[in-house]
C-alpha cells in the first residue's frame, strides 16, 4: 500500500532558452500598477537587468537592491526595514541566496516582524499571518532550487544557518532561462549543478519519499547525467542543451527537496555553513560519496525494512550513472564527478580535523532526520575528513 503523503504546491513555470530576454519585463508590467522591489545579485544587477527590465525601469518604481553572499538575518530585517509601503511585487535575480533573501522580504513585508522570529530552532515559532506579496523568482544558477521551494536559507555567521519555511512562500512563478549560465564562473556551475544532484539523490532515498518526488527526482538526475559533457561541446546546439537540463534538474530538486526532505549531505552542510565561508554547493559535492558510501554500508548492515528498498534505489542511480548495477561503481562515480570537476577540498575554507565537533554537535535535526538511517558520530566525523 502507498503510504499518505502530501505535495506542496508549485509556482507557475516558465522555462526556455533566451525567454526572460522580453517576455519577463513584459510579465511583470501587467503584474504591477506602480511599483515594485528587485533583489538581485551584483553580477546580475550590472550585466543583466539593464537589458531585460529595461521597460519595467522606466514605467515602474522599482526600489533596487543588491545582496551578496548568503543572506544574514540582519541583512534581511534591514531590507524589509527600508522597503517602501507601496511595493506590489518582490522579483528575486540572481542565485539561490538571492533568491532566498526575496522570498522571505516579500513573507516578511506585510508583517514587517523579524525574520529571527520565524526561524526554526532559533525564533519563537511565528508563522505567517498575512499572505505574503507576491513573489517572482529568476534563477541565474543551476543549484538550490529556490524558485520552486518553500522556504528561504538565513545564516548567521558563527552561530546559525537556519530556514524560515511556510507554505505561503512559494514563489507565484520561476522564469527559467538557461540562457543565463554560460556567464556562470566554472566553479560556481559545476557547485551549484552538484548540490542541485545532491538534492535530487537525497530525496530519491531519504525516508519520506512518496511516489511523486521519485518520478521528479529521476527525471531530475536523468537530466543532470551527461550536462557537464555537453555543456563542454563545441556544437552551439549540444551546450544549449546541457545548460537547458541543468537548470531543469535543478528546479526539480527544488520540487523533491520541498516535499520529501533531504538527507546527511544537507545535515552536515548546514552548520558548516553557520560555522565556515564555505560555498555551499562545494561543501555538498565534496560531501556526497562519502556520506553516499557511509549510507550504503550502515544499509547493507540494517536489518531495517526499508532498507533493501533504499539500496535498490542507490543501485538504479548506478546503472545510470556508470551503466553497472553496482553500489561501488556509485561511489567511485560520484569522487570522479568531484574531483574531476571541483578539486579544491573544504580545507581550503578552514575546516581541520581538529575544528569539526561544532558541526558534529549541531548536525542532529534538519535534513539530518530525513537520512535512511541515522548515521554515527564516527561515520559522520570520517565522511567530513574525506571532504577535507
Given amino acids: 500500500?502507498?503510504?499518505?503523503?502530501?505535495?506542496?504546491?508549485?509556482?507557475?513555470?516558465?522555462?526556455?532558452?533566451?525567454?526572460?530576454?522580453?517576455?519577463?519585463?513584459?510579465?511583470?508590467?501587467?503584474?504591477?500598477?506602480?511599483?515594485?522591489?528587485?533583489?538581485?545579485?551584483?553580477?546580475?544587477?550590472?550585466?543583466?537587468?539593464?537589458?531585460?527590465?529595461?521597460?519595467?525601469?522606466?514605467?515602474?518604481?522599482?526600489?533596487?537592491?543588491?545582496?551578496?553572499?548568503?543572506?544574514?538575518?540582519?541583512?534581511?530585517?534591514?531590507?524589509?526595514?527600508?522597503?517602501?509601503?507601496?511595493?506590489?511585487?518582490?522579483?528575486?535575480?540572481?542565485?539561490?541566496?538571492?533568491?532566498?533573501?526575496?522570498?522571505?522580504v516579500a513573507g516578511l513585508l506585510p508583517e514587517r516582524f523579524s525574520v529571527v522570529d520565524y526561524l526554526e530552532g532559533v525564533g519563537c515559532g511565528r508563522k505567517l499571518q498575512a499572505d505574503p506579496l507576491p513573489f517572482i523568482a529568476v534563477p541565474t544558477t543551476a543549484g538550490t532550487g529556490s524558485e520552486t521551494t518553500k522556504n528561504a536559507v538565513i545564516s548567521r555567521l558563527g552561530e546559525f544557518k537556519k530556514s524560515f519555511r511556510d507554505d505561503l512562500l512559494v514563489a507565484h512563478q520561476a522564469w527559467l532561462d538557461p540562457a543565463f549560465l554560460p556567464f556562470c564562473p566554472d566553479e560556481v556551475l559545476y557547485a551549484t549543478a552538484m548540490d542541485a544532484f545532491t538534492q535530487l539523490l537525497e530525496s530519491y532515498t531519504t525516508l519520506k519519499a512518496n511516489p511523486i518526488t521519485d518520478a521528479l527526482a529521476w527525471q531530475g538526475m536523468e537530466l543532470f547525467h551527461g550536462a557537464f559533457e555537453l555543456i563542454q561541446s563545441n556544437q552551439e546546439s549540444e551546450q544549449q542543451e546541457g545548460y537547458g537540463r541543468l537548470m531543469l534538474a535543478a528546479s526539480l530538486s527544488g520540487m523533491t527537496l520541498a516535499n520529501a526532505g533531504l538527507g546527511a549531505v544537507h545535515g552536515l552542510a548546514g552548520?558548516?555553513?553557520?560555522?565556515?565561508?564555505?560555498?555551499?554547493?562545494?561543501?555538498?559535492?565534496?560531501?556526497?560519496?562519502?556520506?553516499?558510501?557511509?549510507?550504503?554500508?550502515?544499509?547493507?548492515a540494517s536489518d531495517a525494512q526499508h532498507a533493501p528498498q533504499t539500496l535498490a534505489k542507490y543501485t538504479e542511480v548506478a546503472q545510470l550513472l556508470t551503466g553497472i548495477a553496482d553500489l561501488g561503481a556509485l561511489v567511485m562515480a560520484l569522487e570522479t564527478l568531484t574531483s574531476q570537476y571541483l578539486p579544491k577540498g573544504l580545507s581550503h575554507y578552514g575546516l581541520r580535523a581538529d575544528n569539526l565537533n561544532q558541526v558534529l554537535a549541531n548536525c542532529r535535526t534538519g535534513s539530518m532526520l530525513g537520512n535512511p538511517l541515522v548515521l554515527s558520530d564516527q561515520a559522520l566525523l570520517q565522511s567530513m575528513l574525506e571532504a577535507l
Avoid at 558548516?272 to 557511509?294: E, M, S, Y
Fill in 1 to 104: 500500500m502507498i503510504p499518505a503523503f502530501q505535495f506542496a504546491k508549485m509556482p507557475a513555470i516558465q522555462f526556455g532558452w533566451g525567454i526572460t530576454d522580453q517576455q519577463l519585463a513584459e510579465s511583470l508590467l501587467k503584474q504591477t500598477q506602480q511599483s515594485l522591489m528587485l533583489i538581485s545579485s551584483g553580477y546580475a544587477d550590472q550585466h543583466f537587468v539593464e537589458s531585460r527590465l529595461a521597460n519595467v525601469l522606466e514605467q515602474r518604481l522599482v526600489h533596487r537592491v543588491i545582496v551578496q553572499g548568503e543572506p544574514s538575518a540582519e541583512r534581511i530585517d534591514e531590507l524589509v526595514k527600508q522597503a517602501p509601503q507601496d511595493i506590489e511585487l518582490v522579483v528575486g535575480f540572481g542565485g539561490g541566496s538571492v533568491l532566498d533573501a526575496a522570498k522571505a
Fill in 271 to 300: 552548520p558548516i555553513g553557520a560555522f565556515f565561508k564555505a560555498p555551499h554547493g562545494l561543501v555538498c559535492a565534496k560531501l556526497l560519496a562519502p556520506i553516499t558510501r557511509a549510507n550504503i554500508e550502515a544499509l547493507l
